[in-house]
Structure formats: C-alpha cells, structure tokens
C-alpha cells in the first residue's frame, strides 16, 4: 500500500481522485492549496503526489523541485486543464513523474499511478546507498545526495556525463568522483580546459603533432586524447570550444580514432568522456554556436549541481572543514567561530558558491593570524556589507507598520507616507552599522555604501549621526 497526495484547489477533483486512488487500496490525503499541501506533505510522507498547475497561491509548476526535494522525495505527477507544450516540457524539466491533462480517464489517473510506485518500489528494494569515494566532496543535504546517486549510476555505466552548474559549484570534484568510483579509476583522469586553449593550438594540444608539421613543432608530442587512453577525459567549461574544433572533437566520441595534425595515420584512443559547463548549452544550440548534435553526444547522464544558497545546512558543514584543513596547512590550532560569523556567512548569498566561499574563509584565517576566535570582522568586508544590506532589508520589511485592528479611512496613513518612514528607518539603521564596521573611516566607509563623500556626509546630517 502507498501513500498517495492530491493537491487540487477544484474539491470535486480531489474527492474523485482521492476515491479512486482510495479504491486500489492505497492510503490518501488531499488538500486545496500549496500550502495546505506542504503541510499534508510533512505530515503524511506520501510516495507520490498528484498536483494542479493553478492553485490559489502559487503555480504547481514552479512548486515540483520543491516537493521532489522535501523528504521522502515523492514522485510528482501533474494534472491540469489548460496546459500545453510548453508547460509540458517544463513540468518533465523540473523532474515530474508525468504531466496528464483535464478531463481525467480512469486510464490516465491509474497508468502512471502505477508505473511511478512500481519505480518507486524498485528503487526502493536496491540496496542502499552505494559508498562512494567522494574526496572533497563535502555536504549530506539532500541536493548534494541526489547528486551522488547520479555519480554512482554514471560510474557504473560507459556513458557520456555532462555536469552543469554555477561557477564554483565543483564540477571537476564531482568529474573526479565519477572516475574514480569507476572501473577507469587506476587509469589517467585528464583534464582540458577548454576556454584556457588558445585558438591557434587547439586541435594540436587535444590530437598532437608530428615534429616539423609548423613552425615551433621541434618535437613530435602526443594530445590530450591519447593520453587518456582507457581513463576519462573531463572536457572542462565545453561551452568554449570552438565550433569549428566541435566537429573533429564530435567524430572522436563516436569513433574513438582521430589522426594527429601532420601524421598520415590514425590513432586510437578509448577514453570515457565527461564535460561540464555553467552556459546553458541548449540555449547556444538554439542560437546555433554550440553543435546540437556533440550535446546530444554528450549528455548521455545529466547532473546539475546546486548552488551553495539552496544547500541550507552544507554550509556549516563546508565551513568548519575548510576551517580545519587550514589549521592542518599552517600547524596550528583550531580556530573558534564566534556565532556572529556564522550569521554573516549564512546572510550572504554566494554568488561565486563553494569556492568563493573556501577563498573568503582563507582571507579570514590570514586576517585573524594568532587569534584564537573567527569574528565576523575577520571577513572581507564587500561580504560583511552585502549580509549586512540583507539583513537590514529583511528587518525593514518586518518592522512596517501593521494594523492588528481594521482603522478608520481618516487614520490610515498614506502608502508614500509608509514608505518614508520605512526608508527613513532603513537607511539610519544602516548608516550606523556601516560606521561601526568601519569604524569611522569615511573612504571605507564610501567604499563600501558605493556613496560619495559629500553624500554620505548629507545623509549623516540628515540622520544626526556623528563620525
């Protein structure tokens, strides 16, 4: 017996499918909006759940990943009455079971009802979760999990692998971690970086050259692709190449044998390929500067990687590793972390990810030298500022006046009047901590606010804040 949810703001909908579902002999809920539908979520842990695209508060659409992300990850399956292509394929993008159109059948309720707990139950009786070597793999949230057991399948398999991801998420990590779980792993992992390859020289570092075939080829060299010779080869940020070069590089995947620039015969090279990008190749295939033909060649596995803003708890974990990895370099003891620079690190939003995250650690420990404790001034100060930007915001937002009793039309103060005030308590707020972290210094202090001097100076009189 499974646990089944139904999220339809249409009540008669619900009670039908919740009957119908009830009538295989598996266990219900409904609810009639997404939030409703979180809570029933937390409180029933369904296998699998049904779900409108348009409810009261929110697109069934935009909510999947969110839902497929919360444990125990049920399988989504959406129904709506007004869908069309492009919502289909965005509800298969965000990971849905099914997308099954209004007015419902009988067939198209129970046929993916029953495929979706039949995958389910398989997955469910393989074993655990493999144990992987995942060195500098750091994080058990559930999006970094759902990552590794794409990495397991893939080393397990001869497929093609195409990571995508933000800047900084760690590819490469997760490329060397498809290697080395694999049965390639005592073999070459190499790496090309290919917005590093210089126009000129590409097809001559990736397939080599005879001695003598141009000027400055003294000495006959073998590529890249020989090199990896029964390893992996991890096309680094692919989007780069160049189109011209994606031809050769196309016919190399397929048939394993290239010949080197000036050599009168073939060579062979059985690699297992891995890529990784932070461009949308689909995108560049549209636009016609990526060959569709070489992705399709290439996503033979897909895995994207989160950024670290969506890996909630990984932080600390992240942070208190490369804390400690530091203390091991330098021999010396363990730094304490005071709370307030956790909160600093939890405030700002990391566009740069995992590995901006690990460089500001380091210039953290270099400022802190002897000190035996992390403060959050021990942080570069473009992050204090954009968490402390955040933070203010955040407590703006709440502090706006509220109305616990219904007032009068004559005493409800205007929304421009609103606004003032909210603004006028933002921007005194800010100015003082901005001060206090500078402490006092105005070119620091303009630096930071982005605010010219007489400006900040303006704003100080206006507030009656003294240096």
């Given amino acids: 017996m499974a646990k089944v949810l139904v999220i339809d703001d249409d009540k008669m909908i619900c009670d039908t499918l919740q009957t119908l579902i009830n009538s295989q002999g598996h266990e219900t809920?409904?609810?009639?909006?997404l939030k409703e539908g979180r809570a029933r979520l937390r409180e029933m842990a369904p296998d699998l759940i049904f779900l409108d695209v348009n409810l009261p508060d929110g697109s069934g659409l935009e909510a999947v990943a969110e839902l497929r992300r919360t444990p125990p990850h049920p399988e989504v399956i959406i129904i709506t009455g007004e869908g069309g292509p492009d919502n289909a394929a965005l509800a298969m993008k965000s990971d849905a079971w099914d997308y099954v159109r209004k007015p419902l059948s009988m067939q198209a309720v129970l046929l993916p009802l029953t495929r979706a707990l039949q995958y389910r139950e398989e997955k469910a009786s393989r074993t655990s979760r493999q144990v992987l070597r995942r060195p500098e793999i750091i994080g058990n949230g559930p999006e970094i999990l759902s990552c590794l057991d794409l990495v397991a399948k893939a080393a397990g398999t001869e497929a093609s692998v195409l990571i995508s991801g933000e800047t900084g998420t760690g590819k490469e990590l997760f490329a060397r971690a498809i290697h080395a779980n694999s049965d390639r792993a005592e073999q070459n992992f190499v790496v090309?970086?290919?917005?590093?390859?210089?126009?000129?020289l590409v097809e001559s570092i990736l397939f080599g050259?005879?001695?003598?075939t141009f000027t400055g080829a003294d000495l006959a060299r073998e590529g890249l692709l020989l090199q990896a010779h029964q390893g992996t080869l991890f096309l680094d940020e692919i989007g780069e190449l160049p189109l011209e070069s994606q031809v050769r590089l196309l016919r190399v995947l397929q048939e394993q044998r290239f010949r080197p620039i000036g050599s009168t015969s073939e060579v062979e090279s059985r690699f297992r390929v891995v890529a990784a990008t932070n461009r949308d190749l689909d995108e560049m295939a549209e636009a016609g500067t990526f060959r569709r033909d070489l992705l399709f060649r290439l996503r033979g596995f897909a895995i994207e990687l989160p950024p670290l803003r969506r890996r909630g708890d990984d932080l600390s974990e992240l942070t208190m590793s490369q804390l400690a990895k530091l203390s091991r370099h330098y021999r010396i003891p363990t730094k304490g972390v005071c709370p307030g620079f956790m909160e600093t690190l939890r405030e700002y939003d990391w566009p740069g990810n995992v590995?901006?995250?690990?460089?500001?650690?380091?210039?953290?420990?270099?400022?802190?030298?002897?000190?035996?404790?992390?403060f959050s001034m021990h942080l570069p100060a473009d992050i204090r500022a954009s968490a402390k930007s955040r933070q203010v915001r955040a407590e703006s937002r709440a502090q706006l006046p509220s109305c616990p009793v219904a007032p009068q039309p004559s005493s409800l103060p205007t929304l421009q009047h609103v606004r003032e005030e909210a603004l006028e308590r933002a921007e005194q707020r800010y100015l003082n901590d901005l001060l206090g972290l500078t402490e006092g210094n105005m070119e620091k202090a303009c630096a930071i606010s982005g605010l010219s001097r007489s400006q900040l100076y303006r704003i100080m009189q206006k507030h009656r804040i003294k240096r």
């Fill in 355 to 374: 590995r901006e995250l690990f460089n500001a650690l380091g210039s953290a420990f270099a400022q802190a030298k002897d000190d035996p404790t992390l």
């Fill in 29 to 33: 809920a409904g609810a009639l909006t």
């Fill in 192 to 200: 090309v970086d290919c917005a590093a390859l210089p126009a000129t």
């Fill in 209 to 212: 050259h005879e001695k003598g």
